[in-house]
């Protein structure tokens, strides 16, 4: 059975900052879970947080107060694929859904995409978006 190649390879730290007990390193994460915490963390990020790049991160909080509708689930996808195609060079973008859930008060998002440079079939992030005031 042939060996898999990956044709390039990411890695970046684990935001936990705990350290390996056989070397006392901090832990890395690798490949696509590297790629799904960067395309997280993006979303996640609100402009102004990270320091020395004031427009990182989406704005999709501001939405989140919006009245729970399609119009708000279309701008919310907006920004997240906006984020997305700035900030992260190794993706490609498939598809970005947000689906009102009224009884929650929340938005399911599907993000879909490929990694760049990488051989491994799409991947698929799915979390929920929630006012937290």
Known sequence: MPLERVSQGFKDISMTFQSNPL????IGIKNENAIARSVRNIVFTLPGEKPFD???GSRIYKTLFENLDNISASTIVDEIEQSIRNYEPRVELIDV???PNFEENSYDVTIIYEIIGADVPQQQLQFVLQPTR
């Open 23 to 26: 070397n006392g390193d901090i």
């Open 54 to 56: 004031p427009d990182f």
């Open 97 to 99: 859904q947000a689906d």
